[in-house]
């Protein structure tokens, strides 16, 4: 339920505060991350969640731009906007590039591991601003893009982190996981812990037991995925392995998958240490059980 709000009316397009319950597709929000944004094409808006001093979440809404064909995106140059879990990788100087990029351009990682299981091509889908002068963004102006006010833009600067703000996109927002939140977080929470104890104890067959059969890895099915994690098991020497600063999310058109993104550290026997931002991707087995059927590093 959305609690009481104090409305505050922005002069530069459709923008506003209120305090609310949550980011929505958002299972768990850990303090590392800041701002999420959620975008949702149907309305054109994106959405900034934010925590306030009094722990409650945020919520400011920005006028949008999106592809010129909308959104889902599917093939390389078909002008859509994609859907699904995105993390911003990185910062461009946009004073060399053409004008309708804006005062700033904020790459996403599309596309995600997901993604390019699904068959879904293309790159170069940014979070970027719009022509000088411009107060309110066309809704579909962009080559699959997602552009808001410069201005808009540059007071979000201070709040992207690269390689940690995550942007969700989304058609029409829905909340209709509602209350069952909790025990998704908690269920999908010890099945990584799970992931995470089989490799620190080097069992080749229990790390494998979380995949699913239909796992791929940068084109590799289960099977030489498998060799793949005996060899740098075998010559890594690992004396520890844990992770934290996980933030769980489910994707917001496909029912039923869900992203865990965390940092994983390695201690190996020789005393060296390896850190790694790692995605999974999970979808419950026939059996009721998660499994993991893609994963990254980013």
């Not at 094409?41 to 959405?47: N, V």
């Not at 833009?153 to 992207?160: E, F, M, V």
Request: glycine fraction near 10%.
């Amino acid at each position: 339920m959305i609690r009481p709000f104090t409305l505050i009316v922005s002069l530069l397009s459709a923008s506003f505060v209120f305090a609310f319950d949550g980011p929505p597709y958002v299972l768990q929000w850990p303090d590392s991350t800041g701002d999420i944004l959620v975008a949702e094409s149907s309305s054109y808006t994106l959405h900034r969640y934010y925590r306030q001093d009094d722990g409650s979440t945020g919520v400011e809404s920005l006028t949008m731009s999106i592809g010129q064909n909308g959104a889902g995106k599917r093939r390389e140059g078909d002008l859509r906007t994609p859907y699904g879990v995105y993390f911003i990788t990185d910062r461009l100087d946009t004073a060399s590039l053409h004008p309708k990029y804006g005062s700033a351009a904020y790459p996403m990682d599309y596309p995600s591991a997901r993604d390019r299981q699904l068959g879904r091509t293309g790159s170069g889908i940014w979070l970027h601003g719009v022509l000088p002068g411009t107060v309110t963004p066309i809704p579909r102006d962009t080559d699959g893009c997602i552009a808001i006010n410069n201005q808009q833009l540059n007071s979000l600067a201070p709040r992207i982190d690269v390689l940690t703000t995550p942007i969700i996109i989304t058609n029409t927002i829905d909340r209709s996981l509602g209350g069952t939140y909790s025990d998704l977080r908690d269920e999908l929470s010890e099945r990584l812990s799970g992931w995470t104890d089989s490799l620190a104890e080097g069992r080749l067959d229990a790390l494998l037991a979380f995949y699913s059969p239909n796992f791929s890895y940068q084109g590799l099915g289960l099977d030489d995925f498998a060799v793949l994690q005996f060899d740098e098991m075998a010559s890594a020497n690992i004396v520890g392995v844990s992770h934290n600063d996980v933030f769980i999310a489910a994707d917001p058109t496909e029912s039923g998958v869900f992203v865990t993104r965390f940092m994983l550290h390695v201690e190996l026997s020789d005393g060296g240490r390896r850190e790694q931002r790692k995605r999974l991707y999970w979808q419950r087995d026939e059996a009721g059980a998660f499994r993991i059927i893609a994963e990254d590093e980013a």
